[in-house]
Nanobody, 121 residues
């Protein structure tokens, strides 16, 4: 079992920055890929970014490429999502997820409960 807890969400003005954290506990987290997904009201959950178990293969949705950065600190069992130049359309509940395979499809095995990001225009 892997437990995931997101933090770092909040209210920010357009153009601002936030850093989300995904803290993990449980066995073998270092062997899992981690993804960030988001869901806005009335919309389907969508892929944001993912990183491989060794941190060497980040991949981003086109909508966030160049603005968001995913990284992981294996010593702290934590994955981060640095979000810069935020836009109102980035507002959503952000979820982190872990899986042995990973990827951009939301079929990850383990999920956190999410953290709210609100962007004012």
């Amino acid at each position: 079992q892997v437990q995931l807890v997101e933090s770092g969400g909040g209210l920010v003005q357009a153009g601002g920055s936030l850093r989300l954290s995904c803290a993990a506990s449980g066995r073998a987290f270092s062997h899992y890929a981690v993804g960030w997904f988001r869901q806005a009201p009335g919309k389907q959950r969508e892929f944001v970014a993912t990183i491989s178990w060794n941190g060497e293969t980040p991949y981003y949705a086109d909508s966030v490429k160049g603005r968001f950065t995913i990284s992981r600190d294996s010593a702290k069992n934590t994955v981060y999502l640095q979000m810069n130049s935020l836009k109102p359309e980035d507002a959503a509940v952000y979820y982190c997820a872990a899986d042995e395979v990973g990827g951009w499809v939301d079929t990850y095995e383990y999920w956190g409960r999410g953290t709210q990001v609100t962007v004012s225009s």
